[in-house]
């Protein structure tokens, strides 16, 4: 992605901006993803984004800063 949109927007400079969502609330119908979101763990993909972000500043002449925010949404009432 940032050998795409970076040079399209004239700046070797992005921030790079993941949600991390609470995976009980996710409606998994028609989507299969959820099974392989269960198996994430906040740490672990946040050192491996940082790794990615890293590896392409030397590499690309690019500058990435990783941002995870955090969601956590409220559950809803049974009324």
């Given at each position: 992605?940032a050998?795409?949109?970076?040079?399209?927007?004239?700046?070797?400079?992005?921030?790079?901006?993941?949600?991390?969502?609470?995976i009980?609330?996710?409606?998994?119908?028609?989507?299969?993803?959820?099974?392989?979101a269960?198996?994430?763990?906040?740490?672990?993909?946040?050192?491996?984004?940082?790794?990615?972000?890293?590896?392409?500043?030397?590499?690309?002449?690019?500058?990435?800063?990783?941002?995870?925010?955090?969601?956590?949404?409220?559950?809803?009432?049974?009324?």
């Amino acid at each position: 992605m940032a050998g795409r949109y970076l040079p399209a927007a004239g700046t070797d400079v992005g921030i790079y901006v993941v949600g991390w969502y609470p995976i009980k609330l996710w409606d998994a119908t028609g989507d299969n993803r959820k099974n392989q979101a269960k198996k994430l763990q906040m740490d672990t993909l946040l050192v491996h984004l940082l790794d990615q972000a890293a590896s392409l500043s030397p590499a690309g002449g690019v500058h990435v800063r990783l941002m995870v925010i955090n969601i956590p949404r409220p559950e809803r009432l049974k009324v």
